[in-house]
């Protein structure tokens, strides 16, 4: 019996994935029957029947039969209801990956460019453009593309379930990539069956919270998967194709480099600690050299050329010769000497730095370690030359090369860490350095000079630990002008001002700590292991200032005038993206300032928030709030010389700036990507993209490409129609604003509806992230994450932060000007790749939505006139934003655009409506105080098979 429905309306090249998705419908079905008996096998078919009968003919009689369905259900019946039907959307989700991989092969083989951008597709489009290779390489050589993993506080996968799924996509894929016979075929499938059911009995949740360093050790694991050998193929991809099409000289540096923020961002997570950054950037080093020492390893047992049959060159004999082997049997085999001299200096270059890593066979124990990774590449870079010299260009090209490039991409700590703190608490830290370190008369002068005509107030009482003893200025009374001037003459006089770090308070202690553990850093990894630093909530010039102090005290501020760590403004809310572009004005207008970044290359990286900036205005002003600020941003740098980087801090979801990475980058405003680009990756983001290799580097692919494309095509001259686009957009983003903060902010009641429509306290009690969900012990929308905010409400099905208030903005635009208006909108909807995404994402948004669902969680809140009033604007603008996006698009029906996702939609909504049917009658159980662990438990899972069938949790 097939427990997956494969979709009756299939296109011919779809056919392979209907079987894939029969296969394992029919072995999922088997392990059911086997493992829990045919009662219960019987009970989730029907209920499946029952939901796909629903979702096909959408009459509310069907409704009703599967609610009552639902309704009878056991608390045990409920949990293998529950775990049947989410191990039903990971397969799927496992069948549709592997199907898209599929037909990229098939574009791949036909010699056609797939949709959604490649690398092929944006070189035939250089190439046409006729991009000389001079131009191309100067934009090789300023790139940088960096996929930034952050932990999630969402993620609900836990990795013995990613890493059965992942042998599950093998297998599944053999059979595509193997001409099987019928025993290899039956001989697979049983392999299908085995990890099936380890899949149905393995525990779905985690039974103790994740701590930092469980995140930093699951971030890794995507190195292994993806990053450390699929990488150095996409360099060698690009850099042959290059070859090949513009010029055989062209080289490709370093330009794609996938950071981490896992272990080193600790704005509001106080389990960052300076033990666990320190141990962030450990476990990073061992990763990189165990994935060298065991390619050198491999190499050595290839590499069986003899010296009797080819001729070296002299620096390879040298190598060789110096190596520690002497066996005489390896006398004539001088590429395995060589890299039995480079496993031993790898091993003590590991053991220096304290990793304890096991080897396959002795070392020597005198090997001299390297001095820096510039070091083994030269090693490497020797065995290149010499089998070129005699003509093994194969081997010179294969996988020595691609451990040179891993070598140059991720040198010996793997992964550039980030930090990230909140502008307050480095305040603070600041406060109470300038308190401890008597600099009393810096801040009296300051205060004279802030108020020349009046005296000074200086509180001659204040004992607050950490604000300044009695008599004492306090540098946080201090205003923006005060705080600016005792910083700069600080900073210039790079006065020390750090005591014993045991004597501060708790927060500045910590955040010395931080300081003196990334010096520490520095000089045991290099300066690129821990290159940035970022500060959330920048609304001042001072917070960089503040910054900058404190790593003055550890030298990472060498003197005045030389950071060795880049300092980076985080803009996250809608005041602070509007204000963004002057606070960086004022900022490169300081002469020292200036100085610091000629230090850095004259190049400034800027954060830019989507997620907090959508909790704060909505999904449509939050957009056009952040491409104002980028274009805004982009003058101001022309105005003063200095290249702009830009980092988005996207999410997976589209109420957290998510969506399609090419589509997103090439919507960008003209010069704001330049070369350069961070994105963040989060959650079952990163799980989505990068458990699988070939989905892996297809996805790095699309980055670098949508960065060529967006650079070097990008129309940068002025567009006759864009003050009236952007004017449109003004007043579209101002009714948006407005319907947006009336329902959120305004509304009384607001809070209690959201805290009791959906299920945000039992998020909270998952095992699901190390950092607290809210920033403060509160129940305020201010103070809430915008993860688990967007989170609960996809889990609710209203997606509202991913397209509330666009109805109203639209309606009352087309009311005030008309038909033309309305013309208007779809020119742009036609013409400019900003407003077309827009409304593309919100159109996926849409499409998860069920406001039939959404109103049975609506109906947990007992109090019927709040209930009625806040569910009923909601619904009512979720029918306004409908009807006003197929007025602008002139669709009829959401998806229409994309019949790839409405395919997968119908497939997995029959097994996701179920669990939402049953998440509210198990609230409302517990809720009710029934604290039945069954109860409590079948919760959790409904929100982790939600999640999984959604495919985005925050």
């Keep these: 019996m097939n427990l997956i429905s494969a979709p009756a309306d299939i296109s011919s090249k779809d056919l392979p994935l209907r079987a894939d998705l029969r296969l394992l419908g029919r072995i999922l079905g088997d392990t059911l029957r086997e493992q829990e008996g045919e009662d219960v096998f019987q009970l989730v078919e029907n209920v499946r029947r029952a939901a796909v009968r629903f979702r096909t003919t959408q009459d509310e009689r069907d409704g009703e039969t599967l609610e009552q369905m639902l309704d009878a259900l056991s608390p045990a019946d409920t949990l293998a209801v529950v775990r049947a039907f989410s191990y039903f959307s990971q397969l799927t989700n496992i069948a549709e990956d592997l199907h898209h991989n599929r037909r990229h092969r098939a574009h791949l083989k036909a010699g056609t460019p797939p949709k959604g951008g490649s690398l092929q597709l944006a070189l035939n489009r250089l190439e046409a453009r006729k991009i000389d290779s001079k131009t191309l390489q100067a934009f090789l050589d300023s790139a940088l593309i960096s996929p930034v993993l952050t932990a999630h506080p969402t993620e609900v996968q836990r990795k013995s379930i990613l890493d059965c799924q992942l042998i599950i996509s093998s297998l599944l894929s053999g059979r595509d990539r193997v001409d099987m016979t019928p025993?290899?075929?039956?001989?697979?499938?049983?392999?299908?069956?085995?990890?099936?059911?380890?899949?149905?009995q393995?525990?779905?949740?985690?039974?103790?919270?994740?701590?930092?360093?469980?995140?930093?050790?699951?971030?890794?694991?995507?190195?292994?998967?993806?990053?450390?050998?699929?990488?150095?193929?996409?360099?060698?991809?690009?850099?042959?194709?290059?070859?090949?099409?513009?010029?055989?000289?062209?080289?490709?540096?370093?330009?794609?480099?996938?950071?981490?923020?896992?272990?080193?961002?600790?704005?509001?997570?106080?389990?960052?600690?300076?033990?666990?950054?320190?141990?962030?950037?450990?476990?990073?080093?061992?990763?990189?050299?165990?994935?060298?020492?065991?390619?050198?390893?491999?190499?050595?047992?290839?590499?069986?050329?003899?010296?009797?049959?080819?001729?070296?060159?002299?620096?390879?004999?040298?190598?060789s010769d110096a190596s520690p082997d002497k066996a005489s049997a390896r006398d004539d085999e001088p590429y395995r000497r060589a890299l039995i001299l480079i496993y031993s200096r790898l091993s003590a270059t590991a053991a220096q730095l304290g990793h304890d890593i096991t080897h396959p066979r002795p070392v020597d124990p005198h090997a001299q370690p390297y001095a820096t990774v510039q070091e083994f590449i030269a090693d490497l870079d020797v065995m290149i030359a010499s089998l070129f010299k005699h003509g093994a260009v194969y081997l010179a090209k294969g996988r020595l090369a691609d451990l040179r490039r891993a070598a140059e991409l991720f040198g010996f700590y793997l992964a550039p860490l980030d930090m990230r703190q909140h502008s307050a608490i480095i305040e603070q830290t600041v406060s109470e350095l300038f308190a401890r370190s008597g600099c009393d008369t810096l801040l009296r002068s300051s205060r004279l000079r802030e108020q020349p005509h009046t005296a000074p107030h200086i509180?001659?009482?204040?004992?607050?630990?950490?604000?300044?003893g009695v008599g004492q200025a306090n540098y946080s009374d201090l205003d923006e002008a005060g705080k600016r001037a005792v910083l700069l003459d600080t900073l210039q006089a790079a006065k020390p001002l750090l005591g014993d770090i045991e004597a501060y308070s708790d927060?500045?202690?910590?955040?010395?700590?931080?300081?003196?553990?990334?010096?520490?850093?520095?000089?045991?990894?290099?300066?690129?292991?821990l290159p940035n630093h970022l500060i959330s909530k920048t609304d001042a010039v001072s917070d960089m200032l503040e910054l900058a102090l404190v790593l003055q005290q550890f030298g990472l501020l060498e003197g005045s005038d030389t950071l060795h760590i880049n300092i980076i403004p985080l803009f996250e809310t809608i005041e602070d993206l509007r204000g963004g572009a002057a606070i960086m004005d004022a900022l490169f207008s300081l002469p020292w300032y200036r100085k610091l970044l000629a230090s850095r290359n004259d190049t400034q990286e800027v954060m830019l928030g989507y997620s907090d900036s959508n909790k704060d205005g909505g999904y449509l002003t939050a957009n056009w709030e952040l491409y104002k600020a980028e274009v805004e941003l982009v003058k101001v740098f022309e105005k003063h010389g200095i290249e702009l980087r830009l980092f988005h801090g996207?999410?997976?979801?589209?109420?957290?700036?998510?969506?399609?990475?090419?589509?997103?980058?090439?919507?960008?405003?003209?010069?704001?990507?330049?070369?350069?680009?961070?994105i963040t990756e989060q959650g079952e983001v990163i799980a989505s993209k990068y458990s699988n290799p070939e989905i892996g580097r297809r996805n790095l692919e699309t980055l670098v490409a949508a960065t060529l494309e967006a650079t070097l095509l990008h129309h940068h001259g002025a567009d006759s129609t864009m003050p009236e686009y952007h004017r449109i957009m003004e007043a579209l983003s101002l009714d948006a604003f407005a319907a947006y903060r009336k329902l959120v902010y305004e509304t009384p009641g607001f809070t209690d509806y959201f805290f009791t429509a959906t299920p945000i306290r039992e998020i909270a009690e998952l095992n699901i992230g190390s950092r607290p969900s809210s920033r403060k012990p509160s129940d305020k929308i201010e103070d809430l994450r915008a993860i688990p905010w967007v989170f609960s409400w996809g889990l609710n099905r209203v997606m509202l932060p991913?397209?509330?208030?666009?109805?109203?903005?639209?309606?009352?635009?087309?009311?005030?000007?008309?038909?033309?208006?309305l013309k208007q909108l779809q020119a742009m909807y036609k013409n400019w790749a900003f407003f077309r995404g827009l409304m593309s994402n919100m159109d996926m948004v849409l499409s998860k939505t069920d406001m039939g669902i959404a109103s049975r969680y609506a109906e947990l809140v007992e109090d019927v006139e709040l209930r009625e009033r806040i569910f009923g604007a909601i619904d009512s603008e979720w029918e306004t934003t409908v009807e006003m996006l197929f007025k602008v698009t002139g669709n009829t029906s959401l998806l229409q655009d994309n019949p790839a996702f409405a395919r997968s939609l119908r497939t997995r909504s029959p097994y996701i409506d179920p669990l939402n049917h049953?998440?509210?009658?198990?609230?409302?159980?517990?809720?009710?105080?029934?604290?039945?662990?069954?109860?409590?438990?079948a919760i959790h899972l409904t929100i982790n098979g939600i999640a999984t069938g959604l495919r985005n949790s925050g």
């Design 183 to 200: 025993d290899d075929l039956a001989e697979n499938e049983e392999a299908l069956h085995r990890f099936v059911l380890i899949l149905w």
């Design 802 to 821: 991913g397209w509330y208030g666009y109805g109203t903005a639209v309606k009352n635009f087309v009311a005030r000007e008309g038909e033309s208006g």
């Design 202 to 319: 393995t525990r779905m949740l985690r039974t103790a919270k994740l701590t930092v360093r469980d995140e930093i050790r699951n971030g890794l694991e995507y190195y292994r998967y993806t990053f450390l050998l699929e990488i150095p193929k996409l360099y060698a991809n690009l850099e042959k194709q290059l070859e090949t099409r513009f010029d055989k000289d062209i080289k490709v540096p370093p330009l794609l480099r996938v950071g981490s923020w896992i272990g080193g961002d600790r704005d509001g997570n106080p389990f960052v600690t300076h033990d666990v950054m320190s141990d962030a950037v450990q476990y990073h080093s061992a990763l990189a050299f165990e994935h060298y020492l065991n390619e050198a390893n491999l190499l050595g047992k290839r590499l069986s050329l003899t010296d009797r049959l080819v001729e070296i060159t002299p620096e390879m004999r040298k190598l």
């Design 507 to 529: 927060v500045p202690k910590s955040e010395l700590r931080i300081m003196q553990a990334a010096a520490d850093i520095h000089r045991r990894y290099g300066r690129d292991a």
């Design 459 to 468: 509180p001659e009482n204040s004992n607050e630990e950490g604000r300044g």
């Design 650 to 678: 996207r999410g997976g979801t589209v109420g957290r700036g998510g969506g399609p990475s090419y589509d997103a980058i090439l919507a960008q405003p003209p010069g704001s990507v330049n070369g350069q680009i961070r």
């Design 918 to 937: 049953l998440q509210v009658a198990l609230l409302q159980r517990h809720r009710a105080g029934d604290n039945d662990e069954k109860v409590k438990r």
